[in-house]
């Protein structure tokens, strides 16, 4: 079975420990993890799927200040990486911790 967990970093302070740790556990019970994450990663384990560039992020902080569009933004980024999770094809997505500028929760949400 395939795990994906989404996270606004990876292998990284509490929220990417976290899923670092449910990686581990995951695989240690014969998942295939993946955690995709938006903004930084330190190396991993874990196989790690990047969403989006720096630059994606700054526009959507940006987009999210200016417009007052916060999750709405990164549209790009997240139709890529929607692409990408049909290549990884989980069984279960977590969730984990998606605001922080890099995921647009519509195009997100239309496809779970």
């Not at 899923?19 to 995951?26: C, F, K, V």
């Not at 799927?49 to 549209?75: C, P, T």
């Not at 790009?76 to 989980?90: G, H, S, Y």
């Amino acid at each position: 079975m395939k795990l994906l967990q989404i996270n606004i970093i990876a292998n990284s302070r509490s929220t990417g420990r976290i899923a670092e740790g449910i990686s581990s556990l995951a695989f240690q019970h014969g998942f295939d993890p993946v955690v995709a994450y938006g903004r930084w990663a330190v190396p991993s384990q874990t196989r790690l799927v990047r969403i989006g560039r720096k630059i994606d992020y700054l526009w959507h902080g940006f987009e999210s200040r200016i417009f007052d569009n916060h999750g709405r933004a990164s549209r790009m980024a997240t139709r890529k990486f929607l692409q990408e999770v049909d290549e990884i094809n989980p069984d279960i997505i977590h969730l984990h911790n998606i605001h922080g500028y890099y995921l647009n929760y519509p195009l997100l949400f239309e496809y779970l």
